[in-house]
């Protein structure tokens, strides 16, 4: 038989049981005697708290329960930590190793706040009942005595001021840098050309379609607690419970989860609801639900983005960079959250992007302000440093007299300069930067653009087009395992350490587990979600599923395959290296002796296990070309046309891929165009708190996309894959507002802040026909 399933556009195993209604969600799980809890939340994005009254939430129908910040604090209970490390400036000698969560970086943030509040929306109570009505109602009877503050809201200004902590003076909880300053700054003084921008990208609400939600049990039998999650990383943040919350061995908690609908970031850390639901159930005997409302998610939910940045880049004669300067100041808010330094810290990594650029200094900083954590979403830092290059390449163009397509051409690192390092911390392994664009730009068509802008202007409309050349560095850091069984019967079961919320993993893992042992893809089982039967898991998150996990799955295959040679050496009385393997069977060469997989493990245990630790990261790139329209009676943008070319090293399953990519470059649109995250300057109230203000993109926001996938293998993966998850949003958000500018040219629109709603576009054009 056939068993070539990799690059093949195999259909989902997962949309059988998900498009008949037989997706299992946590809102589906039912548990005998569950209780309720609603969570209150701080009013004020900045407030001491003088006094909590819940006297009147107690005595309330139904209430089994109210908690305080006092009451935490009596338990002993821990608080959230961050977990990933902050980067440090390049010159800093080298000290001790610090422990997750240490408070001379990051004061970890409590449960329940106890003295003060530091962003909106901050946890302040809990009350558990036996309905959510009630609990709903029990809530809004606890009476919370505030001391409004400043607010410090923009991490632009937030830094110098005071401090919210004290270990981070000036409000500033990390500083990095990187490059040469002293070489960057000789590079500037001798440019013949130097082009500045500043760009401020606001926060995004992650919104995925299913709310975060858990329910927390307890056994005192076993003194163990069970959580149902929807979450991306489920070991992760069970051993943080157990280790950080409750000062207990790392399996004392259990993490399941099932089917989770989306996640992209905001699923994956460690939250204050996951130790409430835990430590309640403890309390009650009884378990405990907690499931976001969707406006909730606004204020409950760690959100993206947000970064101000001030780029300029120094060219010579001809437009090719000399060099390029980054300030760039990241807004962690009140607390650092679990992997909130992730973001800022991308730009040592990988903020040259595709370009060639001699000389860098990037000065970066995390500033806290009094808004919720952040934490890594879809692309976690990526996005704000493309779309800094990409506006300073097309800012430059227009200065310099190039196109757009010009100047980023001329700078572009040339595929035979592969293995690349760029003047910060990275090697590129491979990439075809030109040859993406060349795919792109057939696509666009761009020859017949000046045809399509005619044809518009004779509507009465404008026409623009933006590129946006992207590069990611993912899949490093961080190892996992994959682990297999072969039983008699002949099925596969693979335990992994990631978490699928849309990624396709039961088809995609099967793709390449069945062709590597050339069996059936129906012999093949998914075990994933289950700290207890993947203790050891990482989860998913930086495109690691296939790049890391899916790895450590080839290579585990690889092991098994060689296990039962053993057996079947013993089993057939023959030399391993007589026995011959292909599609799931072991034949001594020569002869018609055969014993199947199967077979073998009727006899003795078939199992393997292999621990993947990436050598470096992947580099997955592309090239995307928007177009648009825009009403310049209203301000309002369409996007007309959507082309992308994209290296993904290896398209596993070019369908998902594909699908992958348009669902990215939804996100990516939704930013670029729609999603506003507005806090009242004064009061630091959130004003967009709703998908009536705060908008998503549906079906007719977007156009037909055109696609192309390159695949220029990566040279350290077993199957050369990059990834593809998170360019969408990467390369998006630059290419629509590229666009916009361009088709806003003729009233001499140069600047533009993200989202692009009608107002803001209608008000651009009117500002800038009165400055001329």
């Known amino acids: 038989m056939d068993h070539s399933y990799i690059g093949k556009p195999v259909l989902r195993f997962e949309d059988q049981r998900f498009l008949t209604g037989r997706g299992r ?25 003088a006094a909590i009254d819940t006297g009147d939430a107690r005595a309330m129908p139904g209430v089994l329960g109210v908690w305080t910040g006092q009451d935490v604090k009596a338990e002993g209970l821990g608080g959230i930590p961050w977990e990933r490390q902050p980067p440090a400036p390049q010159d ?153 919350i409750f000062h207990l061995a790392e399996d004392r908690v259990r993490v399941i989860t099932p089917d989770v609908g989306g996640g992209f970031g905001a699923k994956n850390p460690l939250y204050p609801e996951q130790a409430l639901v835990l430590w309640t159930a403890r309390q ?73 650029i001699p000389a860098i200094h990037f000065d970066v900083a995390g500033v806290h302000t009094n808004r919720m954590p952040t934490c890594p979403y879809r692309g976690a830092g990526a996005p704000e440093a493309v779309f800094v290059m990409e506006r300073l390449l097309d800012t430059a ?7 757009p397509a010009e100047i980023r051409r001329r700078n572009l690192v040339p595929a035979e300069a592969m293995p690349y390092r760029t003047p910060a911390v990275s090697t590129y392994d491979s990439g075809d930067f030109a040859a993406a664009m060349d795919k792109a730009e057939a696509l666009a068509d761009i020859a017949g653009f000046g045809a399509r802008r005619a044809a518009t202007e004779a509507r009465g409309l ?87 996990g899916g790895s450590a799955l080839v290579n585990a295959s690889d092991d098994l395959i060689e296990a039962g040679r053993e057996a079947a050496s013993e089993l057939l009385e023959a030399a391993p290296q007589d026995i011959d393997y292909g599609d799931g069977a072991y034949t001594i060469r020569g002869t018609d002796r055969t014993l199947t997989l199967a077979e073998i493990a009727q006899d003795r245990p078939l199992k393997s296990s292999h621990h993947y630790t990436p050598e470096n990261s992947t580099y997955p790139n592309g090239c995307h070309i928007a177009e648009v329209e825009v009403d310049p009676e209203t301000g309002t943008v369409t996007l007309a046309r959507y082309s992308m070319a994209q290296d993904v090293g290896r398209a596993l399953n070019p369908m998902i891929v594909e699908g992958q990519l348009h669902g990215g470059v939804a996100q990516g649109v939704g930013q670029a165009l729609l999603e506003r995250n507005f806090h009242d300057p004064d009061s630091g109230q959130l004003l967009t708190g709703s998908f009536m203000d705060c908008a998503l993109p549906r079906a007719h926001d977007l156009p037909i996309f055109q696609t192309e996938i390159l695949e220029v293998p990566c040279t350290h993966t077993p199957t050369g894959v990059k990834a593809v998850g998170e360019a969408g949003p990467t390369a998006a958000p630059a290419a629509l507002v590229n666009a916009i500018i361009d088709a806003l040219s003729p009233y001499g629109v140069t600047e533009l802040e993200m989202p692009a709603t009608p107002e803001r576009v209608f008000r651009a054009m009117r500002e800038a026909e009165q400055k001329s």
């Open 462 to 548: 404008l026409r623009g087009i933006g590129y946006g050349n992207l590069l990611e560095a993912c899949g490093a850091g961080i190892a996992d395992r994959a682990d297999l069984e072969c039983t008699a019967d002949g099925t596969v079961f693979m335990r992994i350490g990631t978490m699928s919320n849309g990624q396709s993993h039961e088809t995609v893992y099967a793709q390449m587990l069945a062709e590597k042992l050339g069996i059936e893809m129906d012999r093949i089982r998914l075990i994933q979600g289950d700290s207890n039967e993947t203790p050891w898991g990482m989860g998913t998150g930086a495109c690691r599923s296939m790049t890391v």
């Open 92 to 244: 800093a000698p080298a000290g001790e190793p610090v422990a997750p969560g240490d408070p001379k970086i990051g004061q970890p943030q409590p449960i329940l706040a106890d003295d003060r509040a530091l962003y909106l929306g901050q946890p302040v109570a809990a009350v558990v009942a036996e309905t959510l009505a009630q609990a709903m109602d029990a809530a809004e009877a606890v009476l919370v005595e505030y001391d409004e503050r400043p607010a410090l809201l923009d991490p632009r200004t937030a830094e110098g001021e005071a401090p919210l902590w004290e270990q981070s003076p000036d409000n500033v909880c990390f500083r990095t840098d990187a490059g040469d300053r002293t070489a960057t700054d000789a590079a500037f003084a001798n440019a013949a050309h130097v082009t500045k921008i500043s760009v401020d990208i606001e926060r995004l609400v992650q919104n995925p379609l299913e709310t975060r939600a858990y329910v927390g049990l307890y056994d005192p039998d076993d003194a163990r607690f069970t959580m149902h999650a929807t979450a991306g990383k489920p070991q992760t943040v069970g051993r943080a419970l157990a280790r950080d």
């Open 25 to 49: 969600y946590l809102a589906d799980l039912s548990f005998e005697g569950l209780a309720h809890l609603v969570v209150v939340r701080a009013l004020y994005p900045h407030a001491g708290i």
């Open 397 to 403: 163009a227009r200065e310099l007299g190039l196109t």
């Open 284 to 356: 009650l005997g009884r378990p405990v639900r907690w499931m976001a409302a969707r406006g909730e998610g606004f204020l409950s939910d760690y959100q993206g983005r947000g970064q101000a940045a001030d780029a300029e880049a120094a060219f010579d004669p001809d437009g090719k960079f000399l060099a390029l300067r980054v300030k760039a100041r990241a807004d962690l808010g009140g607390y650092l959250g679990p992997r909130g330094s992730t973001a800022g810290g991308m730009w040592r990594i990988m903020g040259t992007s595709v370009y060639h």
